[in-house]
């Protein structure tokens, strides 16, 4: 049954192959799901608090890896790492969530992940912890977690991150684990983009999206096309597509920039995102759709 907790211990033969080369790996891993012995997987973590914009990368970069075919490796977690496990879903990719709680349905963190989770597990992905199922997360079982998604994982990378970050706990690991580690910049003055500046500075490959990644990786990937031309039926789809060329905005900001009546943009953004032209990352934001 998918839905049953396996125990795995480091000498079974499903055991993940390259998460035994690293120092510490766990002697027994807990998983739900599908695991597999081999496969190219690759991290994507980050802050839980993003902005739209780390949402907007992290579901663009993250959905074209998993549909270049690699497992998307990633924390649950709010933020960058629940957009990253969805936009691996979206693709029709394979994800995995290594969790710093035990597995079963009332230890699960965050909650409001749930369904997540159970999509992942009914996808052909997995859950993985090395917590007993009935354990809770604390500050300790988190920052440990980390070395296990940089373990399972070719690489990381970090979409924004505080210089506090739980998600440079992964990048440290990744360093110390031989993996290659790369960093989405941001804007100078964001408090979001500190830790990943900080990255690139140490040496961390600068990724503006997947090929970058993929070519580091030299697996002989196809690259998913990143020149996608997104354009409207209508001179007022245009107008707003057109506006969104740069980033994501807020409603108000589009009927400011386009000059339509709010109305038209309501109805053409309803419309848009129903074509698949353009993505609602929440809160009246929209962006883009290049995937």
């Known amino acids: 049954m998918l839905n049953e907790i396996k125990e795995i211990s480091i000498k ?19 998983a739900k799901g599908k695991i597999l012995p081999e496969e190219n997987c690759f991290a994507v973590v980050g802050t839980r608090l993003c902005s739209s914009y780390g949402k907007q990368v992290a579901l663009e970069i993250a959905g074209d890896l998993a549909e270049a075919g690699l497992t998307i490796v990633s924390g649950l977690a709010p933020g960058i790492d629940t957009f990253s496990h969805q ?34 597990i009914e996808s052909g992905g997995c859950l993985i ?4 199922p009935g354990t809770c997360g604390s500050k300790f079982t988190f920052p440990q977690r980390n070395r296990i998604i940089s373990g399972l994982s070719l690489g990381v990378l970090v979409i924004e991150a505080k210089q506090k970050s739980g998600a440079l706990i992964t990048a440290e690991w990744a360093k110390k684990q031989g993996r290659k580690v790369f960093a ?31 070519k580091e990786l030299n697996l002989g990937l196809s690259e998913p096309s990143s020149d996608r031309q997104v354009t409207g039926e209508t001179l007022e789809e245009n107008l707003i597509l057109n506006s969104l060329k740069e980033e994501g905005l ?42």
């Open 129 to 132: 912890s090395e917590y007993p």
């Open 250 to 291: 807020y409603i108000d900001k589009i009927i400011e920039k386009t000059k339509l009546p709010p109305q038209k943009v309501v109805s053409c953004l309803v419309i848009l995102e129903i074509k698949g032209k353009i993505r609602n990352l929440g809160n009246n934001i929209y962006a883009i759709n290049t995937r």
């Open 87 to 120: 936009a691996a879903l979206e693709s029709g990719g394979r994800t995995i969530a290594v969790l710093g709680t035990g597995l079963d349905e009332k230890s699960i963190y965050p909650q409001t992940n749930l369904k997540l989770a159970e999509k992942i």
């Open 12 to 30: 079974d033969g499903a055991y993940p192959k390259i998460l035994k080369k690293i120092k510490n790996s766990p002697k027994i891993l807990y």
């Open 184 to 214: 989405v910049p941001g804007p100078i003055h964001s408090s979001n983009s500190k830790g990943c500046h900080y990255l690139i500075k140490q040496g961390a490959w600068l990724a503006e999206n997947a090929n970058d990644i993929l």
